[in-house]
């Protein structure tokens, strides 16, 4: 993608401070000095330099400190609401005009170009789609525990097929167009399957302190590479284990 085609689609990351679980997740120096909003900007920015990247994040009070980790940094930081996430996406593909906006979830440290490029290179294929994803094992990635996926909207379906949708899917975003309103979308699955010993023991997103442990110990072997995290996972049963009793614990 050149420049003459930077509107074409626009990065969003999804960010607050006030994580349940874990508040502060986002901006915690723990991969070597490097948070993961850290880590995900500089990946997007080495791999797809003529892209912009927008940070989506709740009421500007709550999240102040995001402020001060953006300053000097070449991207757009939007305030809106804490809990209709969708209307935060909604304004960025309002101002932006962009044809897609790329989804990215702020917890994944892990997060893969390779799989990014997938969706760009589809939406080129085939024009004509509102949602494009990758559906892992029969499940659409977003819901699953992986976290090393994103997901692909078309501005025009934001703004002018989901103004009716419920509080809930508002939180989700996308929930209602892969669910209840699948047959008003075009929707364009890319298919991986991974084996089902890996699905069941590999959670790279990070939610919880345990998360955030597991994750940041992984990446010091691996360089955040999802591919080499794995495998590596696959090898080591202690991490397994742990990876494991989290997602059962927190099963999507």
């Keep these: 993608m050149d420049k003459g085609q930077a509107n074409y689609a626009v990065f969003v990351i999804q960010a607050r401070m006030g994580s349940v679980r874990l508040p502060g997740k986002i901006l915690m120096p723990a991969f070597a000095g490097k948070s993961i909003l850290d880590i995900i900007t500089a990946k997007l920015r080495t791999r797809f330099p003529h892209i912009p990247v927008y940070v989506a994040s709740g009421p500007q009070a709550q999240n102040a400190a995001l402020e001060s980790w953006a300053a000097g940094k070449d991207l757009q930081l939007v305030w809106g609401s804490e809990n ?4 935060r996406f909604r304004d960025i593909a ?3 005009g962009a044809s897609y906006l790329i989804r990215i979830c702020a917890d994944n440290p892990f997060l893969d170009m390779d799989y990014v490029d997938e969706l760009l290179q589809e939406a080129h294929r085939n024009p004509e789609a509102e949602y494009i994803a990758h559906c892992v094992n029969g499940t659409p990635s977003i819901r699953t525990h992986l976290g090393i ?6 501005g025009q379906a934001l703004l002018h097929k989901m103004e009716g949708i419920s509080t809930e899917d508002r939180e ?3 929930s209602f167009i892969y669910g209840a309103g699948k047959e008003y979308f075009r ?5 991986h399957q991974w084996p089902a010993g890996i699905m069941d ?4 997103s990070v939610d919880t302190p345990e998360d955030m442990e597991n994750a940041a110990a992984l990446y010091a072997v691996t360089d955040g590479n999802a591919k080499r995290a794995a495998e590596y996972v696959s090898e080591h049963p202690e ?3 742990r990876m494991a009793k989290q997602i059962q614990k927190f099963k999507k």
């Design 149 to 154: 996926y994103c997901e692909m909207i078309a």
């Design 172 to 174: 989700h975003v996308t």
């Design 187 to 191: 929707l364009a699955w890319i298919k």
């Design 84 to 87: 209709d996430v969708w209307s």
């Design 201 to 204: 023991c590999l959670r790279l």
């Design 239 to 241: 991490i397994a284990a």
């Design 94 to 96: 309002r101002s932006s």
